[in-house]
């Protein structure tokens, strides 16, 4: 079996966790089928994986338009492929082409929807309906969509209700269970001044509203200041979040102390060192299909404290691996908390609860590490990927 793998984000250009999925995912499939991963990007060394770049003629176009651009050079390469697999929107309609083009079947991976998204018209301007009709067309023209989770599964259903059930299969992310794995080292943490012995929250993701870091720096007004906080956020959407988020820590910095801004994307084995000494990771986003940045943590056997959105609450099992935040949104495809003071009230109460008792905290942990190896290792999602596979090949023979 070949299958044509297409993703915006592969090694070494991966800035969130549908990179990851794509890398990970791919590695352990090509010890069993021909994975041919095509890729946005610079040019790469890895057999089997081709690189596409913007076209000249739409250097410089809306963000939305370029995309499309590589799309259609990736889907005229997929010629041979007895089944396309995409990841997000970027590349879907990649694969969408290449499936009308070449006759294969295609699959794509949700990972996030853009109704759900409605703040990246902030991004991308008018190009933000581009992109919803990139990804709504896909989606309904899809042999079969790979849902994160089942309340990934639901939002699907919800957003483009025209797909058919019977099409969309849960495969939940996966962790690499050996990579991801509690690192004792503290030279990252005392090069940054940050205290490997102090009660410490550890928050980690790319700004952006969905990942609701500013509810998190408000609950942090009111946390004591012998709680130290880690803030790994880089990659903001736009200006407006990135100064909203400035603004939140430089207040905190001038009030309470002990919070550290980490900006640049760190390698694994130096976020390991972060996570592990962490007495909690904090995840308060209001959107999230499943959160990879959960499994990382839990497998460096640190536990989590998060929103109950999305597929979170499958990830963190409240009162054994974490906590979980009530979290009632508006149905407006925003998110936003319907009552966004208790959310944060909410939130700082079971940060409090978690880092005042280190040792419930430690026990949590290593039931965290145990539950990421048992439930979400990759060998177990290839196999569920593959079944997927199997199915949408033989019912489109």
Known sequence: MRVDL????????????????????????????????????????????????????????????????????????????????????????????????????????????????????????????????????????????????????????????????????????????????????TTVLTERGIDPQAPTIVFVGRITRQKGLPYFLRAVRELSADYQVVLCAGAPDTPEIAQEVNDLVAELSRERGNVHLITEMLPR????????????????????????????????????????TGGIPEVVTEGETGYLVPLEQLSDGTGTPVDPEKFVGDLRDALVRMVSDPERARVMGEASRRRAAEHFAWTSIAERTLEVYRTVIAQHS
């Open 6 to 185: 297409l993703t915006k984000e592969y090694p070494p250009e991966i800035y969130g966790g549908a990179g990851v999925h794509a890398a990970e995912l791919t590695k352990v499939l090509r010890e069993h089928i021909d994975v041919r991963v095509r890729a946005f990007g610079a040019e790469r060394d890895e057999e089997g994986t081709f690189s596409y770049t913007t076209p000249a003629e739409l250097d410089g176009a809306n963000a939305s338009l370029s995309t499309l651009g590589t799309d259609l050079l990736i889907a005229a390469d997929c010629g041979g492929a007895d089944l396309i697999h995409s990841h997000t929107w970027y590349a879907n309609f990649a694969g969408h082409i290449g499936s009308l083009l070449h006759g294969a079947p295609h699959v794509l991976s949700a990972h996030s929807l853009e109704p759900l998204r409605p703040w990246k018209a902030e991004q991308l301007g008018g190009g933000y309906a581009v992109s919803s009709f990139a990804e709504r067309t896909a989606y309904e023209g899809a042999a079969g969509v790979i849902a994160v989770s089942a309340g990934m599964r639901e939002d699907i259903l919800r957003a483009y209700p025209s797909v058919d059930p019977e099409r969309v299969h849960v495969v939940h992310n996966g962790i690499d269970i050996e990579q991801w794995s509690p690192n004792p080292e």
């Open 269 to 308: 084995h130096e976020l390991t060192q972060i996570l592990t000494h962490a007495t909690t990771f904090v995840c308060p986003s209001i959107y999230e299909p499943l959160g990879i940045v959960n499994l990382e943590a839990m497998a460096c056997g640190t536990p989590v404290v998060a929103s109950a």
